[in-house]
């Protein structure tokens, strides 16, 4: 039981609420999650996630006990902390649309109290400024409504991957704290404390990792703790259009980037991680976060060139998949192309900005014909991009059979294991598999077989 126990409204039960929810709820703190769609609600309360997390529906019925779950924000009314963890999307000129979060301030501020200290936090990734912004809309509508309340804002930035996002939460690397009140730090540091501490039950289904160390605090103004965020996802964006960049110069020269990576990556200065050439990034972060970048810059008439390449370079390598085949098919309209992977990742079933969309209409212009396998978004892609005349298989030997060349998009770990000599004997013609994610071998896919292509080997 956590001694330090609060009672937490989390506004939002995306990724990134129902994460944050379920594990604040796990480590013994009383939640309640928030949200206008009654439909997550209605599976919330049958135990069931809206999202596709590893681990989340584990942890729901572990902490049962600590969560509720609500179209309402009338519990807001005895929150020790608020959390606004809604959708940002992008809008066509690159800003974050922030409707929904001034919407759920908006509803907040009806329910703040005069009795204690209230902390709002934003959790969603949010442009600079929004914390005042936040501020600003809660005081006017407290204005409106002719009463008082004793609250604070707070930027509290998430960091989390999808598909280990219950491990990032419960065994974060830091934990960023930005606000102009003290008090509301401290509210934020006892409710992080089970964490900071390692003091918590370890869920079975979440062990703690081996040789974990604590994690550090950082705490510093709003203003920063939003950049922050932002700078961390645009450096790490550039570190894998960086390798993507020196991968083409390799292929060039006849050099190997999975060993040039290796290389640079031993030196302490620079890390291993995100030093794997391919197809490039996707997902809603890297893009978004990118775009309000460049976006803020243009507000400030301050260029940044190093992001807007990365996401130039970014886009490149999805083409670079199409060039590719070209080079090799010479002619791809009439071809049967088979997709192993339609989520930007593995572990999830997220379409946004996932490379695989770019590929696949790609294709279907030239003229086409498309067939996929991916073991969780085939039915995520099937209801959200109707229109995709896309022909989805059961298993990836049924996707890959009778096509002249396959597209390795998301390196799920069951293609990992994939007979590569018996996806050559269902395929035909050139039998040409196209690594986006340099899964393979090419001496065994060669092997096998196959015609291979790698990126930057």
Same mark, same amino acid.
């Given at each position: 039981?956590?001694?330090?126990?609060? #009672?937490?409204?989390?506004?939002?039960?995306?990724?990134?609420?129902?994460?944050?929810?379920?594990?604040?709820?796990?480590?013994?703190?009383?939640?309640?999650?928030?949200?206008?769609?009654?439909?997550?609600?209605?599976?919330?309360?049958?135990?069931?996630?809206?999202?596709?997390?590893?681990?989340?529906?584990?942890?729901?019925?572990?902490?049962?006990?600590?969560?509720?779950?609500?179209?309402?924000?009338?519990?807001?009314?005895?929150?020790?902390?608020?959390?606004?963890?809604?959708?940002?999307?992008?809008?066509?000129?690159?800003?974050?649309?922030?409707?929904?979060?001034?919407?759920?301030?908006?509803?907040?501020?009806?329910?703040?109290?005069?009795?204690?200290?209230?902390?709002?936090?934003?959790?969603?990734?949010?442009?600079?400024?929004?914390?005042?912004?936040?501020?600003?809309?809660?005081?006017?509508?407290?204005?409106?409504?002719?009463?008082?309340?004793?609250?604070?804002?707070?930027?509290?930035?998430?960091?989390?991957?999808?598909?280990?996002?219950?491990?990032?939460?419960?065994?974060?690397?830091?934990?960023?704290?930005?606000?102009?009140?003290?008090?509301?730090? #401290?509210?934020?540091?006892?409710?992080?404390?089970?964490?900071?501490?390692?003091?918590?039950?370890?869920?079975?289904?979440?062990?703690?990792?081996?040789?974990?160390?604590?994690?550090?605090?950082?705490?510093?103004?709003?203003?920063?703790?939003?950049?922050?965020?932002?700078?961390?996802?645009?450096?790490?964006?550039?570190?894998?259009?960086?390798?993507?960049?020196?991968?083409?110069?390799?292929?060039?020269?006849?050099?190997?980037?999975?060993?040039?990576?290796?290389?640079?990556?031993?030196?302490?200065?620079?890390?291993?991680?995100?030093?794997?050439?391919?197809?490039?990034?996707?997902?809603?972060?890297?893009?978004?976060?990118?775009?309000?970048?460049?976006?803020?810059?243009?507000?400030?008439?301050?260029?940044?060139?190093?992001?807007?390449?990365?996401?130039?370079?970014?886009?490149?390598?999805?083409?670079?998949?199409?060039?590719?085949?070209?080079?090799?098919?010479?002619?791809?309209?009439?071809?049967?192309?088979?997709?192993?992977?339609?989520?930007?990742?593995?572990?999830?079933?997220?379409?946004?900005?996932?490379?695989?969309?770019?590929?696949?209409?790609?294709?279907?212009?030239?003229?086409?014909?498309?067939?996929?396998?991916?073991?969780?978004?085939?039915?995520?892609?099937?209801?959200?991009?109707?229109?995709?005349?896309?022909?989805?298989?059961?298993?990836?030997?049924?996707?890959?059979?009778?096509?002249?060349?396959?597209?390795?998009?998301?390196?799920?770990?069951?293609?990992?294991?994939?007979?590569?000599?018996?996806?050559?004997?269902?395929?035909?013609?050139?039998?040409?598999?196209?690594?986006?994610?340099?899964?393979?071998?090419?001496?065994?896919?060669?092997?096998?077989?196959?015609?291979?292509?790698?990126?930057?080997?």
């Amino acid at each position: 039981m956590n001694p330090y126990s609060l #009672n937490i409204c989390v506004v939002g039960t995306g990724y990134v609420g129902l994460t944050t929810g379920v594990c604040l709820a796990t480590i013994g703190h009383k939640v309640t999650c928030i949200d206008v769609d009654n439909n997550k609600i209605n599976m919330l309360l049958h135990g069931k996630s809206p999202i596709y997390e590893p681990g989340i529906e584990d942890l729901l019925k572990l902490a049962s006990d600590h969560l509720e779950f609500t179209a309402s924000y009338s519990n807001c009314n005895n929150a020790d902390v608020i959390i606004l963890a809604v959708g940002t999307p992008s809008t066509a000129t690159g800003t974050a649309d922030l409707s929904y979060l001034e919407a759920a301030a908006v509803e907040v501020a009806k329910y703040l109290s005069a009795s204690k200290l209230q902390v709002i936090v934003n959790k969603s990734t949010v442009p600079i400024g929004t914390a005042k912004r936040v501020r600003l809309i809660i005081d006017m509508e407290l204005s409106r409504a002719d009463k008082t309340a004793t609250y604070a804002v707070a930027s509290n930035p998430e960091f989390l991957r999808e598909g280990v996002a219950v491990h990032d939460t419960l065994y974060p690397d830091r934990i960023v704290i930005g606000s102009d009140s003290m008090d509301a730090i #401290n509210v934020l540091r006892t409710m992080y404390a089970p964490i900071l501490e390692q003091t918590f039950t370890v869920p079975q289904e979440c062990p703690r990792p081996e040789g974990f160390s604590l994690p550090g605090i950082i705490t510093t103004d709003t203003t920063s703790a939003e950049m922050i965020k932002y700078a961390a996802n645009a450096f790490l964006a550039t570190k894998i259009s960086f390798i993507n960049e020196i991968g083409g110069l390799c292929e060039k020269v006849g050099a190997n980037v999975t060993e040039v990576a290796r290389g640079i990556g031993q030196d302490k200065r620079i890390g291993s991680r995100f030093l794997q050439a391919g197809v490039g990034w996707g997902g809603s972060c890297f893009a978004k976060d990118t775009a309000a970048l460049i976006s803020t810059g243009k507000e400030y008439m301050y260029e940044l060139p190093i992001i807007s390449a990365t996401v130039k370079l970014n886009k490149r390598q999805r083409q670079r998949i199409i060039e590719k085949l070209q080079e090799t098919l010479k002619v791809v309209r009439g071809r049967t192309i088979g997709l192993l992977g339609l989520a930007f990742k593995p572990d999830t079933d997220d379409l946004r900005d996932a490379p695989a969309l770019d590929i696949v209409r790609d294709l279907l212009e030239m003229g086409a014909r498309v067939k996929a396998y991916d073991p969780i978004a085939m039915d995520n892609c099937r209801s959200r991009y109707p229109d995709l005349n896309i022909e989805y298989f059961p298993n990836a030997l049924a996707a890959v059979e009778g096509c002249d060349a396959v597209i390795l998009v998301t390196e799920w770990d069951e293609f990992r294991h994939l007979a590569l000599t018996n996806m050559a004997e269902k395929m035909c013609n050139e039998k040409v598999l196209v690594d986006g994610r340099n899964l393979y071998k090419p001496g065994e896919a060669r092997q096998a077989g196959l015609t291979y292509i790698g990126f930057g080997r």
